[in-house]
């Protein structure tokens, strides 16, 4: 496994149902760190000045359109903004991510799920709910395995096949394998294209 500082998260007002399961499940995982909780909606923009977490848990409900979820993003371009929502529709979520949101989630997902959107999210990589787009769907991001993510961040900083097979204990066969699927999966054909996404 890839050695990485705790995962800083901030998370919005919640049902209070809601709010003390995401708390629970970050406290459990210890390269998570809770840094704010249950942050009312009028305070978002400035917590997450001042925390900078590397993710912020939104409320779909608290937003008041898709064009304050864009200026959270741009206002906040160094956190990675997961939203969840009662039950998101694929072009619900496809329209929080080109308004800036790098997770979109509905509130009744597993609870091993939302901790691998938060992971994944953290590295900048696009999640949508399990199944929440249907295969012909456009525009759909195809969602990268935890693996493929390690592997994607030690092809991100320059790393050789061989490097990552050694960090990650695995052969440089398995490596070359879940590099074409990465390449696939984002729509690269090269390292240079794929540092550029970082």
């Given at each position: 496994m890839v050695n990485r500082p705790p995962i800083s998260v901030a998370i919005a007002r919640f049902e209070d149902v809601?709010?003390?399961g995401l708390q629970a499940l970050i406290d459990e995982d210890e390269s998570l760190v809770l840094v704010a909780a249950n942050v009312p909606h009028e305070q978002i923009s400035s917590a997450l000045a001042a925390y900078r977490p590397?993710?912020?848990?939104?409320?779909?409900?608290?937003?008041?359109s898709a064009a304050e979820?864009?200026?959270l993003h741009q206002a906040h371009a160094g956190t990675r903004l997961l939203v969840l929502a009662n039950r998101p529709?694929?072009?619900e979520c496809r329209q929080m991510l080109a308004f800036g949101a790098t997770a979109c989630l509905a509130k009744g997902t597993q609870a091993r799920d939302i901790l691998n959107a938060i992971h994944l999210?953290?590295?900048?990589?696009?999640?949508?709910?399990p199944g929440g787009a249907p295969e012909d769907a456009p525009g759909g991001p195809d969602l990268l395995t935890p693996r493929e993510a390690d592997v994607l961040e030690l092809l991100q900083v320059g790393r050789s096949n061989a490097e990552i097979a050694a960090t990650l204990h695995v052969g440089i066969e398995t490596v070359r394998t879940h590099a074409r699927r990465i390449y696939r999966k984002l729509g690269v054909n090269t390292r240079r294209e794929l540092r550029a996404r970082r």
């Open positions: 809601v709010s003390r590397s993710v912020a848990i939104l409320n779909f409900g608290s937003l008041s979820l864009r200026e529709t694929p072009a999210a953290s590295r900048g990589l696009h999640v949508m709910p």
